[in-house]
Nanobody, 123 residues
Framework: QLQLVESGGGLAQPGGSLRLSCAASGFSLDYYKIGWFRQAPGKEREGVSCISSGGTTNYADSVKGRFTISRDNAKNTEYLQMNSLKTADTGVYYC?????????????????WGQGTQVTVSS
C-alpha cells in the first residue's frame, strides 16, 4: 500500500520552531518529487515548498528564509524545518508526492497525499 505519513506538528509560540516529517511506505521517494502544502481554516490549500528527486528546492515567498525542505533517501523520509514561526503559519500541513518525471509541484498535480498534521502558532 502506497502511503505518506506526516508527523511533527503541534503547538509553537511565535518565533519558535517545528520540524515536520513525511515518511513514505510502499514506494521509494528516490523517484518522486515531494511537496509540502498547508491549509488554514477557511482558506484554500496552498503550496509551501517542493524538493525534486535531485534535491532542487523551491519555496513560497511567505516562507523563504524561514523554512527548509530536505530529504533522507536512506530513511525514505522528507522533512520540513520551520523556524521563526508566525501565527500566519497556522494550518494543517500535508506532504504529497508526484513522480519525478512529471511536471508540476502544485496542489492539482500531486498524486499521493498524506493525512496532514496540525501546526498551531500561538502565544
Amino acid at each position: 500500500q502506497l502511503q505518506l505519513v506526516e508527523s511533527g506538528g503541534g503547538l509553537a509560540q511565535p518565533g519558535g520552531s517545528l520540524r515536520l516529517s513525511c515518511a513514505a511506505s510502499g514506494f521509494s521517494l528516490d523517484y518522486y518529487k515531494i511537496g509540502w502544502f498547508r491549509q488554514a481554516p477557511g482558506k484554500e490549500r496552498e503550496g509551501v515548498s517542493c524538493i525534486s528527486s535531485g534535491g532542487t528546492t523551491n519555496y513560497a515567498d511567505s516562507v523563504k528564509g524561514r523554512f527548509t525542505i530536505s530529504r533522507d533517501n536512506a530513511k525514505n523520509t522528507e522533512y520540513l524545518q520551520m523556524n521563526s514561526l508566525k501565527t500566519a503559519d497556522t494550518g494543517v500541513y500535508y506532504c504529497a508526492a508526484r513522480f519525478a518525471a512529471q511536471a508540476g509541484c502544485v496542489v492539482s498535480s500531486m498524486t499521493f497525499w498524506g493525512q496532514g498534521t496540525q501546526v498551531t502558532v500561538s502565544s
